[in-house]
């Protein structure tokens, strides 16, 4: 969920700047004043607007609904956050989580500057068997540790930022072993701090 917003925040921090622009060419004083507090709306209510709605209070729903009546896009956003809730949050099992992922890809959002939800899309695609083990394996917990320590482990051993080769694996493991077991630290072994004591 944690990657899903930040994908998604820069494009709600940006959707001002549009509503700014056109402002400052707005000739008609009413028009430019309701853009400029649209804007400023946007910036000031930024986080309300990846608020579960189960937590947002009653000011913060009014300010949120007056948000999404000005700029079509934000109720985008919202629905697709929603969407992104239904996946993680309702599914009781894979396959309602994998129909969840379905509709989702189905959704409206922002046509000119689509791009942070494709990734969005693709990123869940990409991890979804790890994201959803909480719903296959009844040990472990929706975002536990063993939940993203597996992602982390797929990632190293299988995409580019992970071990270059078999043997780069095998060094890593003997280091960490050193390390937890042997009591050996980045600057000095314990044989070396033997000697000098």
């Known amino acids: 969920m944690q990657n899903a917003w930040r994908k998604l925040w820069k494009w709600a921090v940006k959707r001002r700047r549009p509503h700014k622009a056109r402002s400052e060419q707005a000739s008609t004083p009413w028009y430019k004043k309701k853009l400029?507090?649209?804007?400023?709306?946007?910036?000031?209510?930024?986080y309300v607007l990846f608020k579960a709605e189960e937590r947002l209070s009653e000011e913060e729903k009014q300010q949120l609904s007056?948000?999404?009546e000005a700029d079509q896009?934000?109720?985008h956003l919202r629905s697709f956050l929603g969407g992104v809730w239904r996946v993680f949050e309702d599914s009781t099992d894979e396959q309602q989580a994998r129909a969840a992922l379905a509709a989702l890809k189905q959704m409206p959002v922002d046509r000119i500057n689509s791009k942070p939800f494709?990734?969005?899309i693709r990123f869940l695609e990409e991890n979804f068997q790890w994201m959803t083990a909480y719903l296959r394996h009844p040990g472990v917990k929706r975002n536990s540790l063993a939940e993203s320590g597996m992602r982390v482990l797929h990632r190293l051993e299988i995409e580019h930022d992970g071990f270059r080769t078999p043997q780069g694996r095998e060094n890593c493991l003997r280091i960490y072993q050193a390390v937890k077991y042997l009591g050996w630290t980045v600057h000095r072994s314990p044989t070396q701090l033997a000697t000098t004591t």
Do not use: Y
């Open 73 to 75: 896009q934000v109720g």
């Open 36 to 46: 400029v507090a649209l804007a400023k709306s946007l910036w000031d209510n930024r």
């Open 66 to 68: 007056r948000i999404v």
């Open 118 to 120: 494709e990734q969005l």
